[in-house]
C-alpha cells in the first residue's frame, strides 16, 4: 500500500502515461501506468494526462522586502536607484514582526504556485540584523513546506557602507555584519560590487568576499553589473576567484545584465571564462526588462543578459523573480511561469528548444545552483511535485497553467481547481480551457 498515487501524468521530458507511486515523503515508483495500475494507495490523483512537474524553484528574491509595496511611499520614477533610497527610507521604520509577517504571507503565494524552493538575499547593511533574524525566523517556519536558503547580500555595499561611529551600536564594518549573519546561519555569502564606489572598490569586493566563502566552505551569488554600462565587468573577477579558489559550482553571477551592452568581442572571450570557472547565471527578466535602459531614449535596450548565448556555452543559467510588490516592482505573485514567460519573449527564445529551456530555468537548472538535496521525478527523490493544467511545458509558460495540486513530502498543500470559462454563444462549446486541441 502507497500512501499516494498520481496516475497518467505526463512528464516534463515527454513521457506520458506515467504513475508515480510515493511512500512516506519520498518517490518509490515511477513507472508506465500498466505496471503500477494493481497497485492501492492511501491517496490517488487522476492527472488525467496534464503535466507532472517537480516543484518550481526561485534562484533570486528579496523576501526583506516582498510585499512592502508602498511603505513609506511609491517609487515614483521606477528606477533602481530609486528602489534602493526607498528601501534606506523604509529600513529604520522596519519591526522584526512585519517582515515575517510580510514573508510568511509571500510564502503561501508561493506554495500555492508550486513554488516550494526559494534563494532569497537578505541585507546585511543595517547594524541592528532585523532582516537577517526575521528571515531565519521564516525559514525555521517554513521549513515544512518549503526550502528557504538565504544570501547575506551587503545592499549598500561591502566597502561603500560606513559605520556610524557616534553610535556605540552601529560600530561594525560591513564584513564583520556579514559574516554575523553567516555566524547566525545564512547560507551563502551575497555581494554588489557595482555599486561599489569605484571599480577598483568593486574587484575587491569579489575577492574578499569569495575568499571568506571559501575559508567557511559556502557557496557565493553576487549582484553582479546589475546596470547597462558595458565596462561594469565584475563577472571577469567573480570568474576568476571562483576557479582560483577551487569554488566552480558554487558560485553565481546574478543579474549580468551589463553583458547585454558589452562589446561582442570582449563577450566572446568572457562567456568561455564564465563556463570554464564552473559560474551559473541567473537572469531576472521581469525586473531586467523593467529597470535596465532607464536612461536610453530610442532605442531602448532590453537590459537582460545574454541568455541563449551563455545556455550556449554550458553555463547553467536560471530565471528567478528577484521581487515581488515591493520598492522594486510594483507587479508579480510568485509565478515562476510569468518569469519564464517573459524570460523566453525577451530572450526572443520561442524556439521549441528554447521554450523547454525556459521551462528548466525555472525548475531544475535552479534546483542545481541552490544544490538542493533530492530533487527531481524519479524514485529516491523527495515527494515533491505539481500536476499543471497543461500537457507540457510549452503549454504551461503559455497558460501560466493552474496548479491543480502542489504535493510537498507526500502530502498535498495546496489545490485549485481547473481554469475553465463557460460560454453562452450558439451553436459554440459550452465550455473553453484553453488548451491546444491537437
Ligand atoms: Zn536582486
Wanted: proline share 6%.
Amino acid at each position: 500500500m502507497f500512501d499516494l498515487i498520481v496516475r497518467n501524468a505526463s512528464l516534463p521530458d515527454g513521457r506520458t502515461g506515467i504513475d508515480v507511486a510515493v511512500r512516506g515523503e519520498r518517490i518509490d515508483a515511477l513507472e508506465p501506468h500498466a505496471v503500477l495500475a494493481g497497485a492501492a494507495a492511501r491517496r490517488e490523483i487522476d492527472a488525467a494526462g496534464m503535466l507532472l512537474s517537480p516543484p518550481f524553484v526561485d534562484a533570486h528574491f528579496h523576501m526583506d522586502a516582498t510585499l512592502s509595496l508602498g511603505l513609506p511611499r511609491l517609487n515614483q520614477s521606477g528606477t533602481l536607484l530609486e528602489g534602493i533610497a526607498l528601501w534606506g527610507e523604509l529600513k529604520p521604520h522596519l519591526t522584526q514582526e512585519a517582515i515575517v509577517e510580510r514573508a510568511l504571507a509571500y510564502c503561501d503565494m508561493a506554495v500555492a504556485r508550486g513554488l516550494l524552493a526559494i534563494r532569497s538575499h537578505v541585507d546585511t547593511s543595517d547594524p541592528r540584523l532585523l532582516a537577517v533574524d526575521a528571515l531565519l525566523e521564516v525559514k525555521r517556519r517554513v521549513a515544512p513546506y518549503l526550502d528557504l536558503q538565504l544570501v547575506a547580500f551587503p545592499q549598500d555595499g561591502v566597502l561603500r557602507y560606513e559605520p556610524r561611529r557616534d553610535d556605540p551600536s552601529c560600530t561594525l564594518t560591513a564584513v564583520e555584519l556579514l559574516e554575523r549573519a553567516l555566524d547566525r546561519g545564512v547560507d551563502v555569502v551575497g555581494g554588489i560590487p557595482h555599486f561599489e564606489r569605484t571599480m577598483e572598490d568593486g574587484r575587491e569586493s569579489v575577492r574578499l568576499l569569495c575568499e571568506l566563502a571559501a575559508a567557511r566552505g559556502l557557496r557565493v551569488d553576487m549582484h553582479c553589473d546589475e546596470s547597462d554600462d558595458p565596462l561594469s565587468r565584475h563577472i571577469e573577477t567573480l570568474a576568476y576567484h571562483a576557479r582560483r579558489l577551487g569554488l566552480q559550482g558554487r558560485v553565481t553571477g546574478s543579474h549580468l545584465t551589463s553583458m547585454h551592452s558589452m562589446d561582442n568581442y570582449y563577450v566572446s572571450k568572457l562567456i568561455p571564462l564564465i563556463a570554464e570557472a564552473g559560474v551559473s547565471a541567473i537572469a531576472n527578466p521581469l525586473i531586467n526588462i523593467t529597470l535596465q535602459g532607464r536612461h536610453d531614449t530610442y532605442p531602448k535596450r532590453r537590459g537582460m543578459t545574454r541568455v541563449p548565448e551563455l545556455m550556449a556555452a554550458g553555463v547553467p543559467l536560471a530565471f528567478g523573480h528577484d521581487c515581488v510588490m515591493d520598492p522594486w516592482y510594483p507587479m508579480g505573485s510568485g509565478d515562476m511561469l510569468e518569469v519564464a514567460s517573459m524570460g523566453l519573449q525577451v530572450a526572443q527564445m520561442t524556439g521549441q528548444a528554447g521554450m523547454r529551456a525556459s521551462f528548466d530555468a525555472v525548475t531544475e537548472t535552479p534546483a542545481r545552483i541552490l544544490g538542493l538535496e533530492g530533487y527531481g521525478l524519479a524514485p529516491g527523490c523527495h515527494a515533491d511535485m505539481v500536476l499543471l493544467q497543461a500537457r507540457d511545458p510549452i503549454e504551461a509558460i503559455r497558460l501560466r497553467a493552474t496548479r491543480l495540486a502542489v504535493v510537498r513530502r507526500g502530502r498535498v498543500v495546496a489545490e485549485q481547481r481547473p481554469a475553465t470559462s463557460t460560454l453562452h454563444l450558439d451553436g459554440r462549446p459550452g465550455q473553453v480551457d484553453f488548451l491546444h486541441r491537437r
